[in-house]
């Protein structure tokens, strides 16, 4: 009872509080706050009542801080306003002893006695006097029960009415039987939301005066200096402790997690001093790890970012520094000074409290996972890896170091069996590591079921708790020297780690060979199994030792077997399956891994040595034939993501669209309403158009979210855009072919019926091409380009460029060779001509514009490419006005059909009003000379002459040079050969253009009849 502390009574406290905002809104002496208890005994009053609860208490309540003396007869209650430290460590320390009230004694007020506060060993507030009346007589208190415990009968159930024991002391709360002036129902309230630590009484009054201050006991082992030690610093007094006492290195230990758990957050340092601590770190850990085991910790690690002290640093790179010193301080505690051959496990139980310690590195804590992955960032650099590494070199180098022929019992070791075992539990890791004989290593069975998570239970607790799917399962072999009697007498040593937040900043380099996926993640804890062989304790040898150092056996018989629960509960990808339960997934494939440490410079995750044997849902099992470190790789499958639909590029795509669409319906239908534009050509072009409409028109509607964003919807229009594109460039090859043979071969026509299903057949191959090798991707583009992966693009892209680029080429060589075709009549010249150009200029302009679809569609991963994608969307939207332009306006005959434009008709050579009398003399012309043989084969010339007229006639009323023409003719034996073969051609074309020019008189005199006709009727 506190009546009876005559020497009177002190404790402290630490809290860590988050204050609201409106704690400096609102008027301090509003009715809005309630109190927030720190620490309560029960102590408590109410002056209204006159009652009070014998006991301490400390609360807060707003901006004021309270503390609470009750000895049942009187009551000392002292408030402070201000005393607020918001997301740091307070420590609170009330002071109270019998106060001395005599007034004729000259005692200073601070030695009187009282109730005092003290705020960080600062004293602020001081009540000597307890609480009375208003008129400042003493107030006659009513005495409640104190707050302790009930009375239990034997049986365990408690006897009301009856208390017994000691008060009881709550945190964060108090127990309430009075509020304001009137009588409650007993119960705890006036909770507190906050952190405590360290509570501490001292039943007497702690003295501080000139000569001794006794309230530095307030904060215990805690040393404010501490808090601003900057790494360097510490290190630097690391560097001084001798790691050869276990002793020191275990106090080294316990301080080195203190002062990491108090380091100020990066944001406080100055850029400036933090480009500078590099090189002090590079100077400071060379000399704390000067008994680390290997050349990749301390000293490398900073003197690598300690070239960056030059410049202005970035967050990453600031955030790489810390971390970077962080792991040199621990590495200064995994110092193998002290592990020297046959020590006694007495001298090394110590040795592996460090091991817990460094293990704060390892944290799930989202600070530390995020520098972690920066420092991976650099693949030229060590790792957490090499972390890991030197951490389990530590531990095995240690036990492994140990005479287990020791006689006594320690922590670890137990005599009367020889076995050597470690359990080093922490949140961040559960290692085991044991040394024994061989003997009593395969007593446990041939394959040893290492017992994670079962033994011992109650090391486990936390971590089966804590971690998620504390499952894993660890089967080492046992019999790999069980056919070498010299290795029968060597001890063993073996470890095995579980590392359950490692996996989440893991380096993740990778052998190529065994992992294809340039995308994977850890999808479970990480699990490292050790063993190797020791020295003949009795009588070693170095034979003995190189001849057990090496496993004997091939494991692939005898392997490690390691059960990984996943991380994710995807499933990975099965086959496609077209229907709104297809299953949802990131993950392509699970895959057993092993860290190898030869890989690289620094290591890599790689397959080889490791067999999936079977992935469950939740877990999968693995089989490695070496011992090292273990995981399970997820390979990902990329996330379709969209291009980037800039406001811009819309406006210009959709206009694109809009005015293609409409130059191709113009440009379709003036080739289906006229006959004249019934050929070859033109048909082939009319195709051409109409499947360029088509794949315009669905590449226009699927920009709306409906298409793109419903798998059927979007496999369809891909189809179909995948159809009508491939379709269009073989018209265009199709085309340029005929041309082709036109120029070189004088062959014109007759191929229309071939080159149409050609067209057609050609998209109809790619698009079932494409749905057979890679139909489970289909409609899984958001831009809705066929599939996501590249090579789902490939049969459409390889076949379009063939199409385009042959199309192209024979352009080209109808262009050089148009000078010199093998046809001579002028207007099918004129014309070939005039398409072969458009053609040319269409090719090579959709060559230049898929081309650039290539870079747009496919996926560079590792590189930085520019995006071509608003280019290629951009002059693709507008091919539509290119075709109506250089297939339709640059024709010849689309021209003429345009303007209405009709042939002249050709002038009758002989009428029949100017014939005469004059005798028909007939020419003879003989066989051997006749122009017949000169003509082409493909020509089909009419031998009678033109209304009747014959070959020879004469006009008699012709002037005299008609006359002599007409002489000329009939002495036409004497021309030159070559003028009659001139002149029978150009008679031969010139006979063609009368047929069709009488054939278009013809049928509109014909017309012009029956329009007179229908008149008069």
Not at 563 to 588: F, N, W
Not at 659 to 667: E, T, V
Not at 917 to 946: C, F, H, K, W
Request: charged content about 25%.
């Amino acid at each position: 009872h506190i009546k009876n502390c005559n020497k009177g009574l002190s404790f402290s406290i630490f809290e860590k509080v988050y204050y609201p905002r409106k704690i400096i809104d609102l008027h301090p002496d509003g009715s809005e706050f309630d109190k927030k208890y720190v620490f309560s005994t029960g102590g408590d009053y109410d002056k209204a009542l006159g009652k009070t609860v014998p006991g301490i208490a400390l609360y807060h309540q707003g901006m004021d801080i309270t503390a609470v003396v009750s000895t049942g007869e009187h009551v000392w209650d002292l408030t402070v306003r201000g005393q607020l430290l918001n997301e740091s460590w307070a420590n609170y320390g009330v002071v109270w002893s019998p106060p001395n009230l005599d007034e004729s004694v000259d005692i200073p007020y601070d030695q009187r006695g009282g109730l005092e506060l003290f705020v960080n060993l600062e004293k602020v507030g001081h009540v000597v006097a307890p609480v009375a009346n208003d008129d400042g007589t003493a107030i006659t208190w009513e005495e409640l029960p104190a707050v302790t415990l009930p009375k239990l009968d034997p049986a365990g159930n408690p006897i009301p009415g009856q208390k017994e024991g000691p008060s009881v002391m709550m945190f964060g709360c108090h127990y309430e039987q009075m509020e304001d002036g009137a009588d409650v129902t007993p119960g705890f309230a006036h909770f507190h939301e906050a952190s405590f630590d360290e509570m501490a009484i001292w039943t007497r009054k702690l003295v501080k005066n000139k000569s001794l201050d006794e309230t530095l006991f307030f904060l215990g082992g805690y040393i404010k200096e501490l808090e601003s030690l900057s790494a360097e610093q510490f290190a630097d007094m690391l560097s001084k402790v001798d790691m050869s006492d276990p002793d020191q290195a275990a106090s080294a230990g316990a301080m080195a997690g203190t002062m990491l758990g108090n380091q100020k957050p990066e944001e406080e340092e100055e850029p400036e001093a933090a480009a500078a601590q590099p090189a002090a770190a590079s100077a400071t850990s060379s000399g704390a790890s000067s008994g680390g085991g290997g050349d990749v910790g301390g000293a490398g690690q900073a003197a690598a970012v300690s070239e960056q002290s030059s410049k202005k640093l970035t967050w990453k790179e600031k955030k790489k520094i810390k971390q970077l010193k962080k792991a040199d301080i621990f590495r200064g505690l995994l110092g193998l000074q002290g592990a020297t051959e046959g020590s006694l496990p007495k001298h090394l139980d110590n040795r592996y409290d460090s091991i817990a310690t460094a293990a704060g590195m390892l944290s799930c804590d989202r600070d530390n996972v995020e520098s972690w992955k920066i420092v991976n960032e650099d693949f030229n650099a060590p790792s957490s890896a090499d972390y890991i590494e030197e951490l389990e070199n530590y531990a095995l180098s240690y036990i492994a170091s140990a005479n287990i022929s020791f006689y006594d019992d320690t922590k670890y070791f137990t005599a009367a069996t020889g076995e050597y075992m470690v359990h080093i539990p922490s949140p961040e890791m559960f290692m085991s590591m044991g040394k024994m004989t061989m003997e009593r290593f395969r007593m446990r069975g041939h394959n040893y079921d290492v017992g994670a998570y079962r033994h011992p239970p109650e090391l486990w607790k936390n971590a089966r708790e804590t971690w998620e799917s504390p499952a894993d399962k660890i089967v080492i072999p046992t019999e790999m020297f069980a056919d070498i009697p010299e290795c029968q007498n060597n001890p063993v040593t073996f470890m095995y780690a579980i590392y359950p937040c490692y996996g989440r900043f893991a380096p993740l380099r990778r052998n190529p060979v065994t992992i294809s996926s340039q995308r994977f993640v850890i999808d479970s804890k990480i699990i490292t199994v050790r063993f190797f062989t020791n020295n003949d304790t009795y009588s070693p040898s170095p034979k003995d030792s190189e001849l057990c150092s090496n496993i004997p056996v091939d494991m692939k018989y005898s392997p490690v077997k390691v059960k990984l629960y996943h991380r994710s509960k995807e499933t990975t990808r099965r086959k496609i399956l077209h229907h709104e339960y297809e299953v949802k997934t990131t993950i392509e494939t699970r895959r057993c891994i092993m860290w190898n440490p030869d890989l690289g410079i620094h290591g890599a995750w790689d397959a080889e040595g490791c067999t999936t044997v079977m992935s469950e849902q939740d877990s999968t099992t693995c089989e490695c034939s070496k011992f090292g470190t273990y995981a399970l790789a997820a390979e990902k499958i990329e996330q379709p993501e969209g291009k980037d639909d800039f406001t811009w590029l819309l406006v210009s795509r959709y206009v694109g669209f809009c005015l293609s669409l409409l130059s191709l319906l113009i440009f379709i239908t003036i080739l289906t309403v006229n006959k004249h534009l019934w050929e070859m050509f033109h048909i082939i072009r009319l195709n051409t158009g109409i499947c360029y409409f088509l794949a315009l028109l669905f590449h226009f509607i699927s920009e709306l979210n409906a298409i793109r964003e419903d798998r059927h919807n979007n496999a369809a229009f891909a189809s179909l855009i995948l159809f009508f594109y491939l379709a269009g460039s073989y018209f265009q090859l199709m085309e340029a072919f005929a041309e082709f043979r036109a120029i070189t071969a004088g062959i014109i026509g007759g191929k229309t019926a071939c080159y149409i299903p050609i067209g057609w057949g050609a998209g109809f191959i790619g698009l079932g091409l494409t749905w057979f090798l890679y139909g489970a991707d289909v409609g899984t583009d958001p831009n809705v380009f066929i599939g996501w992966e590249n090579e789902t693009k490939m049969p459409f892209l390889l076949m379009n460029y063939f199409a385009l680029g042959s199309a192209l080429l024979l352009s080209a060589v109808v262009i050089f060779n148009s000078s010199t075709p093998q046809t001579r009549k002028e207007d099918v010249i004129e014309d070939l001509q005039a398409q072969g150009q458009g053609l040319a200029i269409t090719n090579f302009l959709f060559v230049m514009v898929w081309l650039f679809a290539y870079p747009a569609f496919i996926k560079f991963p590792g590189r930085e490419m520019r995006d071509f994608y608003p280019v290629f969307s951009i002059f693709n939207a507008w091919m539509g006005l290119i075709i109506l332009i250089f297939l339709g306006f640059s024709s010849k005959r689309v021209r003429e059909v345009l303007i209405c434009k009709k042939k002249k008709p050709k002038e009758e050579k002989y009428s029949v009003e100017d014939q005469d009398s004059s005798p028909i003399v007939p020419l003879e012309i003989p066989p051997a000379e006749s122009p017949v043989s000169s003509r082409p084969t493909s020509a089909n010339v009419d031998q009678e002459g033109e209304e009747g007229d014959l070959p020879g006639a004469v006009d008699t009323d012709s002037d005299d040079s008609s006359s002599d023409d007409d002489e000329d003719v009939v002495d036409s034996s004497d021309e030159d050969s070559d003028s009659e073969e001139e002149n029978e051609e150009e008679e031969d074309d010139n006979e063609e253009d009368d047929d069709e020019e009488n054939d278009d008189e013809n049928e509109e005199e014909n017309e012009e009849e029956e329009e007179e006709e229908q008149d008069e009727e």
